[in-house]
């Protein structure tokens, strides 16, 4: 979970984290209070979320492919990142440069 790791970086940009995973929600919550995560994780068991944003599942690939998002104050996504492989995690300081980016588009 390296969004953990740079949070700070996140919220002193006032963006808020907020993660979606398939798992039920008694397992999310208890992974998130097991790892004391301090933002938000969503279960979307039904894949509804993950649909809506066209997330790849693939049950040949171990399930949901990673996927992240930078939604702004209006829902308008203005960063997406969509991962090949399990492995493939965009690193933080990419998503903080686009966040930056955002932030000096307006």
Same mark, same amino acid.
């Given at each position: ?12 940009r006032?963006?808020? #984290?907020? #993660? ?28 509804? #979320? ?17 996927a992240?998002?930078?939604v ?22 990419? #998503? ?7 932030l000096?588009?307006?």
């Amino acid at each position: 979970m390296q969004l953990h790791q740079d949070y700070e970086e996140f919220t002193s940009r006032l963006v808020e #984290v907020l #993660v979606i995973g398939p798992d039920n929600q008694k397992a999310f919550q208890r992974y998130w209070e097991e790892q004391k995560i301090p933002f938000i994780g969503l279960a979307d068991r039904c894949s509804k #979320v993950a649909s809506r944003y066209h997330q790849e599942i693939n049950i040949f690939k171990l399930g949901r492919m990673p996927a992240l998002f930078v939604v702004d104050a209006l829902g308008l996504v203005r960063f997406h990142y969509y991962s090949d492989n399990m492995a493939d995690i965009i690193p933080n300081q990419e #998503v903080l440069e686009a966040i930056d980016r955002i932030l000096v588009e307006g």
